[in-house]
């Protein structure tokens, strides 16, 4: 069963353009490293604070295994550091659901 990853953050608004490098970073870093990116969403209306990385996982099995690559991938490394360096991530939750229905309203299992 796939699970899905919803990461909540709370940025800086006034450091909205670093969050968004930080989100094109993982383009590149997410995939390779075993999961499948949905995406990120950078504020655009409403709140100035809030963003979310999305990606689905095999299991939490894999995603432990994930994580422990994306901590050993250079690229998700340099990406650690600038978001510690620059601070523009306030707030950082997870989250991990399971699809129930799929688009058209099908139940999924």
Not at 14 to 28: C, I, L, P, S, V
Not at 62 to 82: C, I, S
Request: charged residues 30%.
């Amino acid at each position: 069963m796939t699970i899905t990853c919803f990461i909540k953050y709370e940025i800086d608004p006034y450091q909205k353009d670093a969050f968004e490098e930080y989100a094109r970073n993982w383009n590149e870093a997410i995939p390779r490293c075993g999961a499948d990116l949905i995406g990120y969403y950078a504020p655009h209306e409403g709140s100035a604070t809030l963003a979310y990385g999305v990606y689905n996982i095999e299991n939490l099995a894999a995603y432990e295994a994930y994580r422990a690559r994306l901590m050993a991938d250079p690229l998700g490394q340099a990406n650690y550091e600038f978001s510690r360096e620059k601070r523009f991530i306030r707030r950082e939750d997870r989250t991990f659901l399971r699809l129930v229905t799929g688009t058209k309203g099908g139940m999924v299992k």
